[in-house]
């Protein structure tokens, strides 16, 4: 209409990546604080890197040069930018994205658990979603296992490393990692994600990684047929780490209510000889020439 001014596509979206990355404190991100910086918020490099995109790609975003993020983009943006719920939702609907529907699972992490997160720094932690999706992890998380990145982003789903159906699937923990109880492990994992089909009944995810371990894992196929619905319960791991050798954790779960994601933390005993296993994994790191 005449008289009315449009907003370019692409334009808001830079707009409000540029806002939300400036009020965001590196200390927030778990990211060193240095005293030398022109902003307070967030470099476009540091934003990069939490948001597993290159930095080239985030100043085209916010200069209105790229216009149309993936939805996958979207969550890790948000994620990195430790958006409430609204806000995401706003910046999906900026992408021309629709933004994630109730009855469906969400890979957001709320801000109020991001910053619990940060303080948990001396801890290994990961996040999965509701389907076991691994949506983030910390340092000492890769410094345990490998780093996850490693696997391709539809890979790094607890479920599809645990019953594999293809014979060259990329494991999640980068060497071995056995369980103190593994049938036990298996079964949990099964009746929890068949909990989860009753949550989030109208998620295509969730549908697709059910059939698709129902149809090539045999073992699955057999724990799905039992019915059984239960929550994860806490389990006991040895991560054969190649720089310090055996380290057996213990690996407990809390669950968010509202989300059904599922914090999964790895402690050792205190003041036991895996405790300080444990930390030496953040120190030495792996082997040289050792995948990770």
């Known amino acids: 209409m005449e008289g009315m001014t449009t907003t370019p596509l692409g334009a808001g979206l830079g707009a409000m990546i540029r806002t939300w990355r400036n009020r965001l404190p590196p200390s927030a991100a778990g990211l ?3 005293r030398k910086r022109r902003a307070a918020g967030l470099r476009r490099e540091e934003l990069a890197d939490l948001a597993g995109v290159s930095v080239d790609y985030v100043v085209r975003l916010e200069q209105g040069r790229a216009t149309t993020p993936s939805a996958s983009v979207v969550a890790s943006l948000a994620r990195a ?3 409430s719920t609204a806000e995401r939702d706003h910046l999906y609907r900026l992408a021309r994205i629709v933004p994630p ?10 801000p109020g658990m991001q910053r619990v997160l940060v303080r948990l720094g001396d801890v ?3 996040v999965f979603a509701a389907d076991w999706q691994l949506v983030w992890w ?8 490998g780093d996850p990145s490693a696997a391709p982003p539809r890979m790094r789903n607890f479920a599809r490393d645990r019953f594999p159906v293809d014979a060259d699937h990329i494991s999640l923990a980068r060497w071995p990692v056995t369980d103190a109880d593994p049938d036990t492990t298996d079964a949990a994992l099964v009746s929890d994600l068949r909990r989860a089909t009753g949550r989030f009944p109208r998620d295509s995810r969730l549908a697709a990684l059910v059939r698709d371990l129902n149809a090539g894992n045999a073992r699955f196929a057999e724990l799905w047929a039992a019915g059984e619905v239960a929550a ?13 050798g055996p380290v057996t954790v213990d690996c407990d779960v809390l669950t968010d209510g509202d989300t059904e994601l599922k914090i999964v933390i790895m402690t050792a005993a ?3 000889e895996d405790e300080t296993k444990l930390q030496l994994t953040t120190v030495v790191g792996p082997p040289a020439g050792t995948r990770n």
């Not at 529907?101 to 709320?110: E, N, Q, R, Y």
């Not at 910390?138 to 296992?145: G, S, V």
């Open 232 to 244: 994860n319960r806490e389990v006991h791991k040895t991560v054969d780490h190649p720089s310090v």
């Open 32 to 34: 060193p604080v240095v």
């Open 270 to 272: 205190p003041g036991s």
């Open 101 to 110: 529907a109730d009855g469906t699972i969400s890979d957001h992490l709320p």
């Open 124 to 126: 290994a932690v990961a």
């Open 138 to 145: 910390n340092h000492r998380w890769a410094a345990l296992l």
């Open 81 to 83: 930018l430790q958006l």
